[in-house]
């Protein structure tokens, strides 16, 4: 990614990164216990609020509107918030956003793929792998395996055979010579 520009608004990306490490924290803080779950639960429908406030009025938080950092808060708030019709909005306006390089493009191919998974459908970008019953992780179903690397470089993404060696790095254990369908 190349520098930057500052930010119209550097305040929402504060907003927005705020929302993210509230939740981060207190998913990996609290107890596991019902009423635990019902703080997390508001936290995240506070994220899930203040995204879609900023998805009205402002379209997809971009790099020129919230900075990097921002985006990807947004990016976050938007894979795991659970609101199908929300992720629906996010991807449109996320799309966009990357046409002109205003967003990350594996952003994109990440909540893509995350859409086809909650869809029950063939992931397009290989980004994501589920868990086996034994603890490692395989690649999700890929819709047109031979095409995956033309797909993921028409959105300026390296082979997967890279980003899996990357993921093996930071993820053990992967199984990453599962079949791609």
Known sequence: MTKQPQPS??????????CMWRAAEAESSMPKTGAAARVIADIFAKEVALLRTVLEEHGWPGYRLV??????????IATYCGDGALQARAFGLLEKAVREQDADPEHYALLADRLCLNRGEPQRFGTLYIPTHNGSLVLYRVREPRQLDDRRHALGLGPHAEYARRLRADVLPLDVTAPLS
């Open 9 to 18: 608004r550097p305040d929402l990306g504060t907003d927005l990164l705020r």
């Open 67 to 76: 900075g990097a950092r921002g985006s990807r808060a947004a990016w976050q």
